[in-house]
């Protein structure tokens, strides 16, 4: 008699999120140059604006800078400085929008999840590894900046 293989379930959208978390992050401070948004220190995060808890703005580029340590944790995101910021680089009109879209209500699907992750996992950062060595993707080696 043989055995029945067990069929692996879908992910889950919770841990679908979770791994985008991972990629994001890693573009968004690769894209950054790992320096702090908020001061120009050396940063190690990915700090949001608008908290991740809000799904319409967790994964905009707009809303996500790199933050160090200091500002995104111990200063709560510094977002006094972040907003000055956010308006200096991007002005008034976007920063607004940003806030209004913060605003909406944002349910992810599966599909909406994994296209994201291949989006910011083939776009160079978020298939590197923390210690930025070079990965093989699709046959062709990616250039660390």
């Not at 908020?38 to 905009?60: E, L």
């Not at 680089?89 to 599966?110: D, N, V, W």
């Amino acid at each position: 008699m043989r055995k029945m293989r067990k069929q692996s379930k879908p992910k889950s959208v919770a841990k679908l999120k979770k791994e985008l978390d991972r990629v994001f992050s890693i573009f968004i401070r690769y894209r950054d140059n790992k320096i702090c948004f908020t001061c120009g220190k050396p940063g190690n995060q990915a700090g949001h604006f608008i908290s991740r808890s809000h799904n319409a703005t967790r994964y905009d580029e707009l809303n996500t800078h790199a933050q160090c340590v200091s500002c995104n944790i111990f200063k709560h995101g510094n977002h006094a400085e972040y907003a000055y910021r956010l308006i200096k680089k991007y002005g008034s009109k976007k920063f607004e929008e940003l806030i209004k879209k913060g605003r909406e209500i944002k349910q992810f699907r599966t599909a909406e999840v994994e296209a994201l992750i291949a989006k910011y996992d083939v776009e160079g950062y978020g298939g590197r590894t923390e210690e930025g060595t070079q990965l093989q993707q699709d046959s062709k080696t990616m250039q660390i900046l």
